[in-house]
């Protein structure tokens, strides 16, 4: 398959994948949201697939060096949705999430389409069904936050 439109492919399914976290979210009416995930999805997407091709032009290059920028950096990201109001915290949920989105990201990069799609569809049920779970079975009911 030409370089390029593997590429754009790429971009495409962590548009696609990113988006449905992020529509998740906006529906759950978190900070981060549909276009947040997207965001950071594409670029991590980006970042990682730029890596492999330079590590195919160059051939010192160290091909998931980016990568593991992406998930550092992840962190800054992620503590702007983390708020503390009085003894409870929220926002980890969403922090996670984007973290999660963004090493989606990575895999679609990577190239590894079905592994993206399978793990974006685990976090999916995990952020749906999960809460609904927790806010049932817990003794120490919270109030729904994520």
Partial sequence: MNLELESVIKILIAVLV???IGL???SANRPAGLRT???VCVASALVMDMNILLA???INT???RLG???ISGMGFLGAGTIIKEGVNVRG???AAGLWAVACLGLVIGAGFYLLAVFASLVMLITLKTFNQLEQKYTKHKRPPME
């Fill in 18 to 20: 990113g988006g449905f």
């Fill in 37 to 39: 995930h997207i965001l």
């Fill in 92 to 94: 980890l949920t969403t």
């Fill in 68 to 70: 593991a920028q992406v």
């Fill in 62 to 64: 160290d091909p998931v």
């Fill in 24 to 26: 998740e979210r906006e």
């Fill in 56 to 58: 195919r032009e160059f």
